[in-house]
């Protein structure tokens, strides 16, 4: 049988959400009950996993324009009668759970637009990482030293390969974070250019390349073997496709 604590403590004392003077009473509740730190124990290990199997699915960029606007919406209607209120933000949420459950049902169907904020986004970590000077995190065009380092790193096998018998010099590569997720970045070298496959685990369908520029900078962005890849760079775009059919072979 549950103690009265953690039926209506527990959940909102783990997520941090009880006030001051709540959160001290359970904790003072904690020093003789059995179950609730046990219980605690196993939503702490469940997060965890949760975590680890990357289930977390962020969401467009539109998606979040839409919500940001229906919140300031929200903001604005509070000379509206308590109840009224509470009515239209408990229509509002079901209608953001809906949409959000019809966008991930139809994930494998990406618009033009979300890609297009994708690539923008990759364009701009690339920039900023030749501007910034953080590069590598590794610097090395040693093959398996650089898979090590991933290894230690990522919950993905990452195909770190060297093409410099191609004209792709593998100068190494870093951890970045790309739409609240952490991607992995390769860095080649063609030339006097500087290229970053940015590379994340999905769980969509593999795709033919796509190709389009940004800044000044060409991209191309394909999926296979269920991750997908990004390469960016002042190179040409048939340098870029070169290289991405390095990678993909």
């Not at 018998?165 to 006097?192: I, K, P, S």
Request: proline share 3%; charged share 25%; net charge negative.
């Amino acid at each position: 049988m549950r103690c009265d604590f953690a039926d209506s403590l527990l959940q909102g004392y783990f997520d941090r959400e009880l006030s001051a003077a709540s959160a001290a009473e359970f904790e003072r509740h904690l020093q003789y009950c059995v179950q609730c730190p046990a219980e605690l124990v196993d939503m702490d290990l469940l997060s965890e996993r949760l975590q680890f199997a990357q289930l977390y699915e962020p969401a467009p960029a539109s998606l979040r324009k839409k919500i940001r606007a229906n919140l300031r919406h929200a903001t604005a209607a509070t000379a509206m009668s308590k109840p009224l209120l509470w009515h239209w933000l408990a229509a509002a949420a079901a209608l953001l759970l809906l949409a959000i459950a019809g966008w991930r049902v139809n994930s494998v169907v990406r618009t033009d637009d979300y890609q297009a904020e994708l690539a923008e986004e990759i364009v701009d970590a690339h920039a900023l990482s030749l501007q910034s000077g953080h590069l590598t995190g590794i610097s090395s065009n040693d093959e398996q030293a650089v898979k090590a380092w991933f290894k230690r790193r990522l919950t993905f096998a990452l195909p770190a390969r060297d093409f410099a018998n191609e004209g792709f010099a593998l100068q190494g590569g870093r951890l970045d974070v790309m739409e609240g997720r952490t991607v992995a970045v390769l860095v080649y070298a063609r030339h006097e250019h500087l290229i970053n496959v940015f590379i994340w685990p999905t769980r969509e369908r593999d795709t033919s390349p796509r190709v389009g520029s940004r800044q000044g900078y060409q991209w191309v962005d394909w999926r296979k073997g269920k991750i997908e890849f990004c390469a960016v760079s002042d190179a040409s775009s048939a340098e870029l496709e070169q290289l991405h059919r390095l990678i993909a072979g």
